[in-house]
C-alpha cells in the first residue's frame, strides 16, 4: 500500500518509521526535509509538497503541531487535500479542532474518507 506521511519530526517520525518497517511504500513531506532522512535512507520517497503526498497515496497521515498546521498542509496552497485521489483516507494525528475536521470533510473528495484522533 502507498501511505503518505506528513510531519515526521518527533512524534510522526516513530510511526512512520512503523508503517515503513510493516512493508508499506511510503511517501513522505515535511517542512524541514533532513527531518525524513532516515526514511529516505530507508527507501521512502520525498514529496515537495503535501498535494504530491496526496496524489500518489493510498492512505495519508498528518502529525503535525495543531490545527493552524493542518490547515495550512491540508487546505493551504497545494494543499493535501487538492491532491487526493477518490477512495483515498487521510487520517489526521495531530492534536486538532473538531470545527478544522468538519471544514476539512466538506472540502474533501468524494469518496475520501478523513479520520482524526481526539486527544
Sequence with gaps: MKVGFIGVGTMGA?????????????IVHDVRKEAAGPHLAAGAVWAAT????????EVIFTSLPGPPEVEAVALGADGLISGMQRGAAY??????SP???????????????ISWTRR
Design 91 to 96: 487520517f489526521d494525528l495531530s492534536t486538532n
Design 50 to 57: 503535501p498535494r504530491e503526498v496526496a496524489k500518489d497515496a
Design 14 to 26: 516513530f510511526m512512520a518509521s512503523n508503517l515503513q518497517s510493516a512493508g508499506h511504500a511510503l
Design 99 to 113: 470545527n478544522l475536521v468538519r471544514r476539512l470533510t466538506r472540502r474533501s473528495p468524494r469518496k475520501a474518507s
